[in-house]
C-alpha cells in the first residue's frame, strides 16, 4: 500500500549516538532473528509497530540468546555467561522496557533475569497486539480476509502455563472477525508443542509419537483453516506437524502478527 | 472394665506407632537440604484453605473431584464422632456427647451418616475404576505390584470403616428402640437400622454393636498405622505441602549463585574473591541424591498419592516415552526409604570410605551406599522433560515434579559433563555465537535485508 509508513529499524546504537531513547526494546531472540520462519514473524511485528508510531529499538549484534534452553538443559555456566552479557549490555543502555515474540525469551528476562541483576518491564507482543487494539491504534478491517475462517489457537507452555498469559491472544483473536475454535486442551490443560526444555535442539525420546504430531492432531479434530501460535517455536513444530500430515495446502500456522498484518494489508 | 483397659493399650501402641513412624518419616524429608521457606503467611494460609481444605484443584476433573469430596467430607467429620469414641472407650461411656448436645448432636451424627454413605458409593466407583475401568494412568508400569495394591488396600479399608459405622449405629438404634428409649433419630440408621437387624435378639444386637464400634475404631486405628507405609499420607502432609509451596513465578528456576560468582568474576563484574580455590572439596552442582535435593522436594515425594494426573498430562508421557512424573516422585521417596532403612539399622557398611575410619554411626552426613537417584531414575526419563510445567499444574497437592528433573540435570551436565550429544552444539554456539544456532550472519540481517528490498 502506498501510504505504509517508511519501514525503521533502528538499533539501540542509533539511538544512543543520537542521544535519544526509544520507547521500548524489541527482543527479536534467535528464532526470531534467524529462523527463516520466524524471521516473518519479526518483521510482520516490525511492520505494525512501524504502522502505529512506536519509536523502538533492536539490540543488532549486541544482542545474545537469553540462555533458557542452556539453563533448562541444566547448563547453568552457559546460562549466566549469555545471561549477564545480556544483562549488562542492558543496563549500559538503561532498558526500561521490552516487549518480545518469544514466550521463551519473555519468561526469562521477566522471571529469571531479576535475580541477576536485570529489572525490566518485559511484555509479550501478543499484549502489546491487544492493548494496541484497546487503545484503537490497531483498526482491523471488518470483513477482512479473515472473515468466517476457523482459527484454533495453540497455547504456548511459557506465556499461557508459566506466565498466566491465555486471554490477551484470544482477545486478539477475537477482533479478526473469524470464528475461534477451542481445542480439546486450551489454556491451562494445553498441550505442549514439544519444543520446550531445550528439547527443540534433539531429537525426541524413543516412544510412540513425536509430540508435534500428537498436538497437531488434536489442531484438526477442530478442523481449522488456521493454526494461531505465539511462539516461534510452537511455529516450527506445528508447521513442521502439518507438514507430515501433508495438511500444508489446507492449513496455515500463522503467528498473530502475522493475522494482523494479513488483515490489515501491512 | 476389661475392655477400658484393652481399649487404653491399644490407644498406647498405635501412640507409640505413630509417634515412631511418622517421627521416622520427617527425619527422612530432613534428609533434604535445608532451604528457608517463609514469609507470605497470609498468602500461605489463604492456598492451604484453597487448595488443601477446600480442594479446589481436585475439581479440575469433576466426577472424580466430587467422589474424592466425599470421602474426604466424611473423613473430616467423622474426625467429631471419633472423639466420642475414644472418651466413650477410655470412660466406659456410651456416646458421651449425646447428653450435653441433644438435637445437635443428632444432626451431626445424621450429617456423617449421610456423607460415609455417599463416601460408600464413592468408595465403590473408585474401586470398580481402579479395577475394572481401565484408566490408563492406574495401570502404567510404575503401578503394579505394592503401588497398585496399597491403592486398593484404602479402599477396601474405606469399604470396612462405613461398613463399621452403620453396624454400630444400626443396631445400636434398634437396641435404643427394644430398650423403649425410642429412636436416636439418625438420618440413615433410623431406617436402615430397623430393615437389617429388626427382630434380632437383644444380646446378638449387642455383639454386634461392639463389634461396630470396636471395628470403626480398630480400622481407624490401623489406618493411621498403616499411613507410614502407604502412598495415603497426602491425607496429613497435603497441607504442610501447600503451605510451603513455591510461591515465586513457575517460570523462575532456582538460580546458582556460586555460578553466577564465578561467572561474574570471569567476566570482570565482581572482585574475584579466590574463594573457589580455598574450597577443600569441589562445590557439587544439581543433585543426584536425596541429600542434594531441598527437604522441600522430599516432602513432595511423601506426599505424592500417585493419582497420575501428573503422567496424565505429560506430553512426553502422553507420546509413550519413558518419562512419568509420577514415577519421579515415587522413586525420590522410595530412595529416601532406602537410606532410612540403612539409618534405622545404622548399617555402617554405608559410611563414606574417606570416613570409615572410626564411624560409629551412620548419619547423614557421612552416607554413602554407592548408589543413587540415578539408579532409579535414568537420564532417558531425564531427557524427554519438555519443562512444560503441565504436572505442575496438575497436581492436586501442590507437587512439583520439573524442580527436580531439573537438579538431576544440572548434576548430569555441570558434574558428570554427559547428557544429550545433540546439545553440545546448541550450548557451544550459546557461547561462542550468542545464538543458538552458529550461524555466521549478523544478527540483524533479517531487519538489513527488510530495509534494503
Known sequence: MSDLKQLKIDTMADFSARGEEPEILFWVGCAGSFDARAQKVSLAF??????????????????????????????????????????????????KKIVTACPHCFNTIKNEYPALGGNYEVIHHTQMLQDLIDQGRIKLKEGGVFKGKRITYHDSCYLGRVNGVYEAPRKVLEQLDAQLVEMKRCKTNGLCCGAGGAQMFKEDESGDKRINIERIEEAMDVKP??????????????????????????VMVLDLAELIVQNNVL | MLSQIAFASLLLIVGYIVFTKYGRIRRNILLGKDEEISGNTGERLKNVALIALGQKKMFKRII?????????????????????????????????????????????ISFIEILSLLALIATFIFLARRNLLKLPRFHMDEMTGWPKLDGNLILIGELILVVCIFTMNGADEVLHRMQGAGSYGFAVSSGLGPAIFGGMSEGTLQILERIGWWGHIMTVFAFLAYLPFSKHLHILLAFPNVYFKKLTSRGEMTNMPSIMNEVKSMMGLIEDTGAQDSMEELPKFGANDIFDLSWKNVLDAYTCTECGRCSSVCPANITGKKLS??????????????????????????VKADKKEGATKLTKENFDDGKSLFDYITNEELHACTTCNACVEACPVTIDPLDIILQLRRHEILDLAAGPAEWTPMFTAIENNGAVWQIADDRDKWAKDALNS
Do not use: W
Open chain 1, 46 to 95: 516490525v511492520k505494525i509497530l512501524n504502522e502505529v508510531g512506536i519509536n523502538f529499538a533492536i539490540l543488532g549484534n549486541e544482542e545474545s540468546c537469553t540462555g533458557d534452553p542452556a539453563r533448562r538443559a541444566g547448563n547453568e555456566f552457559v546460562f549466566q555467561m549469555t545471561a549477564l552479557q545480556n544483562i549488562e549490555t542492558l543496563n549500559m543502555y538503561k532498558v
Open chain 1, 225 to 250: 483453516d488456521i493454526v494461531a501460535v505465539n511462539c516461534p517455536f510452537c511455529l516450527t513444530m506445528m508447521s513442521d506437524g502439518v507438514k507430515a500430515k501433508e495438511k500444508q495446502d489446507d
Open chain 2, 325 to 350: 512424573p509420577r514415577k519421579i516422585m515415587m522413586d525420590v521417596r522410595d530412595r529416601a526409604e532406602e537410606i532410612g532403612t540403612h539409618l534405622d539399622k545404622n548399617n555402617l557398611e554405608c
Open chain 2, 64 to 108: 472424580p473431584g466430587v467422589l474424592h469430596f466425599f470421602i474426604y467430607a466424611a473423613f473430616m467429620i467423622t474426625q467429631i464422632e471419633l472423639i466420642e469414641i475414644i472418651i466413650d472407650g477410655l470412660f466406659g461411656q456410651h456416646r458421651v456427647f449425646r447428653s450435653s448436645l441433644g438435637g445437635f448432636y443428632t444432626f451431626i
